[in-house]
């Protein structure tokens, strides 16, 4: 298993940037399919955006895409989301996942690790 940690979350107004980050240890991290989902009260955990080992490919969700980027940095077993233009709806913590490649095919329920989380809050 792979102990992630995720920093970088806050307060922002609409329309503002944040950059979220993870640190991963524990791993081979260039083995692991990394991303991100996000949780708001009430509602089911979503999926937003995931990277390939090599950083190659990555695949967002259609509510993110456009707006949020994805990169990693296997020298510092690190990946991030920095997000633009956020809208209030954007709102709910945000947790870094990870998914060996050891663990069957990729997709977008299959992550096998969490991070505990970081709370992100865009004002209407």
């Known amino acids: 298993q792979v102990q992630l940690v995720e920093s970088g979350g806050g307060w922002v107004q609409t329309g503002g940037s944040l950059r979220l980050s993870c640190a991963a240890s524990g791993g081979t991290f260039s083995s692991y399919i990394m991303g991100w989902c996000r949780q708001a009260p009430g509602k089911e955990r979503e999926f937003v955006a995931a990277i390939s080992g090599s950083g190659g490919t990555t695949d967002y969700a259609a509510s993110v895409k456009g707006r949020f980027a994805l990169a990693r940095d296997n020298a510092k077993n690190t990946v991030s989301l920095q997000m633009n233009s956020l809208k209030p709806e954007d709102t709910a913590v945000y947790y870094c996942?990870?998914?060996?490649?050891?663990?069957?095919?990729?997709?977008?329920?299959?992550?096998?690790?969490w991070g505990q989380g970081t709370q992100v809050t865009v004002s209407s």
């Open positions: 996942a990870a998914k060996s490649r050891s663990t069957s095919f990729w997709y977008r329920g299959s992550f096998d690790d």
